[in-house]
């Protein structure tokens, strides 16, 4: 489909990811570690766009960064320390090993689909990362 045809646009993916940081927060000082997610995020999804996927590639996707981005800030809830690292670390830490935070009530399927997401985001923040394997 030609991107002007497209329902699920680059723009429209910024707009939903917008509310992701207030959404994911158990509280206030979770808020500033996922507007960090959502800022290295923006430029994946972005890169999605320029390879021409599906809408419903792109959907898949988005849908699967809003599990793991709230599987990381959980993590930060939980361990409030984390909250002084920055949020690429966090993040990187979290789909290292090529595969994403397990994420509750997810099927075997649908948890395999996420971490085909994880390894996807890896491999587009490995270039500008040198101390990646």
Same mark, same amino acid.
């Given at each position: 489909? %030609?991107?002007?045809?497209?329902?699920?646009?680059?723009?429209?993916? /910024?707009?939903?990811?917008?509310?992701?940081?207030?959404?994911?927060?158990?509280?206030?000082?979770?808020?500033?570690?996922?507007?960090?997610?959502?800022?290295? $995020?923006? %430029?994946?999804?972005?890169?999605?766009? /320029?390879?021409? !996927?599906?809408?419903?590639?792109?959907?898949?996707? !988005?849908?699967?960064?809003?599990?793991?981005?709230?599987?990381?800030?959980?993590?930060?809830?939980?361990?409030?320390?984390?909250?002084?690292?920055? %949020?690429?670390?966090?993040?990187? /830490?979290?789909?290292?090993?090529?595969?994403? %935070? $397990?994420?509750?009530?997810?099927?075997?399927?649908?948890?395999?689909?996420?971490?085909?997401?994880?390894?996807? $985001?890896?491999?587009?923040? /490995?270039?500008?990362?040198?101390?990646?394997?």
């Amino acid at each position: 489909m %030609p991107a002007s045809r497209r329902q699920f646009t680059a723009e429209k993916t /910024a707009k939903v990811m917008e509310d992701w940081p207030a959404n994911w927060a158990g509280d206030d000082e979770d808020v500033p570690a996922g507007r960090g997610l959502v800022a290295i $995020l923006r %430029p994946f999804i972005t890169d999605l766009h /320029a390879q021409g !996927l599906s809408d419903g590639t792109i959907r898949r996707h !988005l849908d699967n960064l809003w599990l793991i981005g709230g599987e990381v800030i959980r993590e930060v809830n939980d361990r409030p320390s984390l909250r002084r690292k920055e %949020p690429r670390v966090l993040l990187l /830490a979290a789909i290292q090993d090529g595969q994403a %935070p $397990l994420v509750h009530d997810l099927t075997e399927q649908e948890q395999a689909s996420v971490d085909a997401t994880a390894r996807k $985001l890896l491999k587009f923040l /490995a270039p500008s990362n040198p101390t990646l394997p």
